[in-house]
């Protein structure tokens, strides 16, 4: 009997929390969540002019095994909801979810860069899980970089022996192209942040007769493509291609005065490439002076080096060579000052002077020991120092000095401790002065 009535006891206590829990059913536990399942697939396509024929029907060509796909909550009550899988290894048939809004992340395996040697795909894409609902979703990952490509024609070949060209989209980092890339080089996938609608190239190079050539800028903008687009939008995005088209301007009498550049654009979903127009880089316009009194300002000359380059305040550093030494190795050939005139320069003033009694003899035969030469005028050009420097012409607004080949050479050949001090005068008289300083030490050293 003692037995029955515990078994009694039991059943009675089983019933009346299955009651308690009921109550707190009807009345609304915040406890309880009701769910959703996600049935998610992933894919990626690529620009259609990299597709296959087989991409072409499908739409996608790209595998997506490996890729990271992240499910994540966007409300506050279920933004610590995170799921984490591996296409093709961990993501599973179904997802089960508790209601609410989410967002949907895949991509490429690692970490989108600015400068790649491969494709980025990726997407994000937004999602509401409903209760007791099943939701099928593909998401489709597209390329988040754009590819860019640089193709040299004959006469560039022919005529330029050493070359920069920067690609400035205005970011803290700019693509450069130089010699040492090869004559074809590879395609480099380039990731442009947000509102880049202008992008600016930058040329510096050396001719085959070690002359340089003045340093110049071109700036091309998407929305001025020959052949419209159908995403809406001026600003350059990832499933951009685009190719620079590289040649030589020669002048009247057949002198290669700097480059000319082509650049074509395919379009995300277009086929064939439309060329994109090309103009100079625009400057700002001078602000109105009296002609009879103007008065100097403040910040009209402006002195910088590119690409992150810190010359000035590291020093340029050489390991010795003799003259007859033909290899270029070691040698730094992107010391470049770049200097903007804002009322064009009037004179350029170059003063060497070094510790190394051989160099000092060279430099004194060419007139720039004894007091400061001016690269602007007559004496500069008669003594063919264009061979060493680039020589502006006045009234220009920019204006390049570097060290070429050939005077990296001669510097290299003489250990010790060598500097140029230029001084830039405009058209209004006003000054700037900076020191580029040279070391070249033993091999041992």
Not at 325 to 334: A, K, N, R
Not at 345 to 352: F, R, T, W
């Amino acid at each position: 009997m003692r037995k029955y009535n515990n078994i009694i006891l039991v059943v009675l206590a089983l019933v009346g929390l299955a009651s308690c829990e009921m109550r707190e059913e009807i009345k609304g536990d915040k406890n309880v969540k009701d769910t959703g399942v996600l049935e998610l697939s992933v894919q990626a396509k690529a620009p259609v002019s990299m597709q296959t024929k087989a991409g072409e029907e499908t739409g996608a060509d790209v595998s997506t095994n490996g890729f990271p796909v992240q499910v994540y909550g966007t409300d506050e009550d279920n933004k610590e909801v995170t799921r984490d899988y591996v296409v093709g290894e961990s993501l599973p048939e179904s997802i089960t979810l508790p209601v609410g809004n989410y967002s949907i992340r895949a991509h490429t395996p690692g970490e989108l860069k600015k400068k790649m040697s491969v494709p980025y795909y990726g997407t994000e894409k937004a999602l509401k899980v409903e209760a007791n609902k099943t939701f099928q979703e593909t998401v489709t990952c597209k390329r988040e970089n754009s590819r860019m490509q640089v193709v040299y024609n004959a006469d560039f070949l022919a005529n330029f022996k050493t070359w920069t060209i920067t690609v400035d989209d205005g970011s803290e980092t700019a693509l450069p192209f130089t010699e040492k890339d090869g004559t074809n080089p590879a395609p480099v996938y380039w990731y442009f942040e947000e509102g880049v609608e202008m992008v600016t190239v930058n040329f510096n190079a050396t001719l085959m007769t070690g002359e340089t050539v003045k340093s110049q800028s071109r700036t091309y903008s998407r929305k001025n493509a020959v052949e419209g687009y159908d995403d809406g939008s001026n600003f350059f995005t990832g499933g951009d291609a685009l190719v620079f088209n590289l040649g030589v301007v020669e002048n009247a009498s057949g002198k290669i005065t700097g480059f000319d550049m082509k650049v074509e654009i395919t379009f995300e979903d277009e086929l064939e490439a439309v060329e994109i127009p090309v103009g100079d880089k625009p400057t700002e316009p001078d602000k109105p002076t009296d002609p009879e009194n103007p008065e100097p300002g403040e910040g009209t000359i402006v002195i910088s080096e590119p690409n992150g380059n810190s010359y000035l305040t590291d020093g340029v550093h050489i390991k010795y060579a003799a003259m007859d030494d033909e290899s270029i190795g070691g040698l730094p050939t992107d010391v470049v000052l770049n200097m903007a005139f804002k009322n064009g320069v009037q004179n350029m003033y170059v003063l060497a002077t070094t510790d190394s009694e051989d160099f000092a003899a060279a430099l004194n035969t060419m007139g720039l020991t004894t007091e400061p030469l001016d690269l602007t005028g007559d004496y500069a050009r008669e003594q063919q120092l264009g061979k060493l420097f680039t020589l502006p012409e006045k009234k220009d607004k920019e204006y390049s000095f570097d060290l070429n080949l050939d005077l990296l050479k001669l510097l290299r050949a003489n250990v010790g401790t060598h500097a140029f001090t230029l001084r830039a005068v405009d058209a209004l008289g006003n000054e700037k002065s900076v020191t580029l300083k040279i070391t070249v030490t033993n091999k041992e050293e």
